[in-house]
């Protein structure tokens, strides 16, 4: 019978351990009195492209981001919107800022739960396809105000990525369809904080910039969760709720005398 602890094979550590070798032998080689400092400086960094500065920063987000996500998932059991919504949210808090993201979102979904019984379709494609149209006119709506108003805040609003705000929709829709409003609301939060973690430690002094001169450090990041994977899957958390998000569950006495009520006599 083949079980898990058998998968884990000598052969299969060793990509495990090239994750760590290989960025540790370039930090080696960037040592300055080694012939291969200038070459690695020049040639393996992302420090001097300031044109696409903003554009890499936004791809060590994901990254980055997942750590975290695994962290929060496996080790500590915090369920959410899935593995993509909280790294495409602090996409959208880094560039407008939490508090007016965090805002809108929730205007956003109070919108779509209000909506929800008159969006009835014949398919589930359907009804999700015309709650993302709702949230991407949703998204449209500030930045109309805003332009007619002169009030810059509502204009930033536009810049809110469309396709965060949409599988963010979604996924709250499927979880409110499945699970009811207040494991979504659940996961919603968990969502929105774990996305601002990640928008708090991206932005402190140095983080992003690490990445930029030493991008192999990547290749470390991924050996981190491969390591979490196999050693701090223990989901610490994992049915643990809030008492007003618990769901009141009758008592053993309760059900014998339902049970008992609709014996026939």
């Known amino acids: 019978m083949t079980t898990l602890g058998s998968r884990v ?3 299969s550590k060793l990509p495990l351990a090239a ?4 960025p540790l032998a370039l930090a080696i080689g960037r ?17 001097h492209d300031d044109h696409f500065r903003a554009v890499i920063e936004n791809v060590l987000f994901v990254p980055i981001g997942a750590l ?5 998932r496996l080790t500590l059991g915090i369920q959410m919107l899935g593995l993509f919504r909280p790294i495409l949210l602090a996409i959208a808090f880094n560039i407008i800022g939490i508090p ?3 805002a809108f979102l929730v205007i956003v979904l109070t919108f779509i739960v209000l909506l929800r019984p008159f969006l009835s379709t014949d398919h589930n494609y359907a009804r999700i396809a015309v709650m993302l149209s709702m949230a991407a006119t949703l998204l449209l709506i500030p930045l109309i105000v805003g332009n007619w108003l002169r009030v810059a805040w509502l204009i930033k609003i536009a810049d809110f990525p469309v396709i965060a705000l949409c ?15 207040r494991e979504a609301m659940w996961r919603t939060l968990t969502t929105a904080v774990i996305a601002a973690i990640i928008t708090a ?7 992003l910039d690490l990445f ?12 981190c969760i491969m390591l979490i994977n196999r050693h701090l899957d223990i989901r610490l958390f994992e049915n643990t709720r809030p008492p007003a998000l618990e769901t009141i569950r009758p008592s053993a006495a309760d059900l014998e005398d339902k049970l008992a009520a609709e014996r026939p006599a």
């Open 212 to 223: 930029l001169h030493f991008p192999e450090l990547l290749m470390v990041q991924a050996g």
């Open 201 to 207: 430690l991206t932005s402190l002094s140095g983080v």
């Open 68 to 72: 975290v996500v695994v962290i929060f």
């Open 100 to 102: 007016i993201s965090a």
């Open 167 to 181: 599988l963010t929709c979604e996924s709250f829709a499927k979880v409110l369809e499945r699970q009811g409003i």
């Open 9 to 11: 094979t000598p052969n």
């Open 19 to 22: 994750l760590f070798v290989v």
């Open 31 to 47: 040592l300055p009195f080694l012939p291969t400092s200038s070459f690695l400086a020049d040639y393996l960094s992302l420090a």
